[in-house]
């Protein structure tokens, strides 16, 4: 297992080309939100086109669309009612806020049946695949799962400690061919044969809403082509450094994932220094 700092981050990161357009960032679609948790998606959309996405498209409940146009104009949407091009994006997220009823299985469902791009799970999108465990074995190739201790209990059974679990996450990633983000005080990322302990990050991050923005976060690497370990690499070393910046001017009680994502910018700086 591999510590990352940020000399392994600096290795990872590719500098944006000063010649490139929106469409050589990808188009990621976000699956999200709903009556309750449309916060979920505005989350996760707004930490996607922070991290570098040339383009995202929400995808919402029709009737929840105003809520979302009014908090980020820079977002595309479609609507959860209608059926889903896959064909027009480069990956996707499923999860935040999505709710755990028909609708959203179905969802889940049309995503492995259609998708054969490295996409992400989280949240009640991981709830479903451990209450519908055949859909594990149909999931993309590569796809990023991103559980904290209690949804990955859900999906793999009970565990007894920390080192077991882990060793659980290796094995699932080997047997279901992706990468596994095993969300706890030092994230553990493995794709079975590579693991990796983050070390950024803080206690302002135990709020609701840090996992959204996580999976934009990722998400928006996985858009730009990056390899989906890489990706989650990146992502959550980002993430937690922009969540330690945050720490400057609030305190771990105070800060709010809105904070941290206004500070993506200056932990993309601190790594291309």
């Known amino acids: 297992m591999k ?18 357009h929106k469409g050589n960032h990808g188009h990621a679609l976000l699956i999200a939100g709903s009556k309750d948790k449309m916060g979920a998606a505005i989350i996760s959309a707004k930490s996607s086109l922070r991290a570098g996405a040339g ?17 980020l104009p820079e ?11 896959w ?16 609708a959203g299985l179905q969802k889940v469902i049309s995503l492995t049946e259609n998708v054969k791009y490295p996409s992400l799970f989280d949240a009640d999108a991981l709830n479903l695949l451990a209450n519908n465990q055949l859909l594990l074995s149909k999931l993309p190739a590569k796809s990023i799962l991103t559980p904290h201790v209690k949804e990955f209990d859900r999906l793999f059974g009970n565990h007894t400690s920390e080192s077991v679990r882990r060793q659980t996450a290796i094995a699932k990633a ?8 095993l969300k706890e005080h030092r994230t553990f990322i493995t ?10 990050g803080n206690s302002g991050l135990a709020k609701g809403g840090s996992g959204d923005a996580l999976t934009g976060i990722i998400t ?19 993430h937690g ?15 709010l994932i809105t904070d941290v994502i206004e500070n993506l910018s200056k932990a993309f700086y601190q790594i291309q220094q």
Request: glycine share 6%.
């Open 191 to 200: 794709d079975g044969t590579s693991s990796f302990e983050n070390t950024t």
């Open 3 to 20: 510590n990352i700092d940020i000399h392994t981050i600096q290795l990872l990161f590719k500098k944006r080309q000063p010649d490139s």
């Open 55 to 71: 383009l995202v498209t929400v995808n919402v409940p029709k009737k929840e669309r105003a809520s979302l146009f009014a908090a």
């Open 87 to 102: 064909e027009k994006y480069t990956t996707v997220a499923i999860g935040p806020g999505l709710g755990t009823d028909k």
């Open 241 to 255: 450094l922009a969540a330690d910046i945050t720490l400057q001017t609030q305190s771990p009680e105070s800060m």
């Open 174 to 181: 080997i047997e279901l061919n992706c990468i596994i983000v």
């Open 75 to 85: 977002a595309m949407v479609t609507f959860r009612e209608d059926k889903t091009n």
């Open 220 to 238: 928006a690497f996985l858009a730009q082509g990056y390899e989906p370990i890489n990706a989650a690499v990146l992502g959550v070393y980002l």
